[in-house]
Nanobody, 126 residues
Framework: QVQLVESGGGLVQAGDSLRLSCAASGRTLRSFHMAWFRQAPGKEREFVAAISWSGRNTYYTGAVEGRFTISRDNAKNTVYLQMNSLKPEDAAVYYC???????????????????WGQGTQVSVSS
């Protein structure tokens, strides 16, 4: 079992930055690829970014490429999402998710992630 707890959300103005954290307990995150998803009101949950278990490979959805950075510190069992140049359309509940490592394949689909956090709200005013 892996328990994931997100933190770092809040209300910011457009153009500001936030760093989300996802702290894990129960098992070492070295066994998992990790991802961030988000869900805005009235919309389906969508993929934001993913990182391989080693941190060597990262993936982003086009809407955040160049503005968001996913990283991880396996020693601290924590994953981060640095969000810069925030836009009102980035407002959503952000979820951290973990998928067991299977070779080098890093999932990007919601259904491929087994463990989820409770989410943290990010609000962006224009």
């Amino acid at each position: 079992q892996v328990q994931l707890v997100e933190s770092g959300g809040g209300l910011v103005q457009a153009g500001d930055s936030l760093r989300l954290s996802c702290a894990a307990s129960g098992r070492t995150l070295r066994s998992f690829h990790m991802a961030w998803f988000r869900q805005a009101p009235g919309k389906e949950r969508e993929f934001v970014a993913a990182i391989s278990w080693s941190g060597r490979n990262t993936y982003y959805t086009g809407a955040v490429e160049g503005r968001f950075t996913i990283s991880r510190d396996n020693a601290k069992n924590t994953v981060y999402l640095q969000m810069n140049s925030l836009k009102p359309e980035d407002a959503a509940v952000y979820y951290c998710a973990a998928a067991a490592v299977y070779r080098d394949y890093v999932p990007r689909l919601e259904g491929e992630y087994y463990y989820w956090g409770q989410g943290t709200q990010v609000s962006v005013s224009s």
